[in-house]
């Protein structure tokens, strides 16, 4: 005779990885608002940006706006390796395999 599902376990584990995957959406949009220098704008100024955003319907614009994102992006990735690459030049290997004792990755 088959187990019979746990539909209210199964529910409930699916809620809680949707709740994860938001708050993970939430801190990357954050992130993002940061790299991009957008955290000196006010909430209000933010979301009326963002409201514009939403609203265009003009196919052109929204394709400048997504090249100009994927250069960033690519600019910001382009970047940290370099930073990676220099930062393993420049430190020296640990002994034994022993981490750093501060855990710090190094500045973003």
Do not use: C, H
Request: proline content about 4%; charged content about 30%; cysteine-free.
């Amino acid at each position: 005779m088959r187990k019979p599902r746990d539909y209210d376990a199964e529910l409930k584990g699916l809620e809680a990885k949707a709740k994860e995957l938001k708050t993970r959406k939430v801190q990357q949009l954050g992130e993002l608002v940061i790299a991009t220098g957008a955290d000196a704008f006010s909430a209000d100024e933010l979301a009326g940006a963002l409201i514009v955003l939403a609203e265009t319907t003009d196919t052109g614009k929204r394709e400048a706006w997504a090249k100009r994102g994927a250069a960033f992006f690519q600019r910001r990735s382009r970047r940290s390796q370099k930073t990676a690459d220099r930062n393993a030049k420049s430190t020296p290997a640990q002994p034994s395999g022993t981490q750093p004792a501060s855990g710090d990755k190094g500045a973003a």
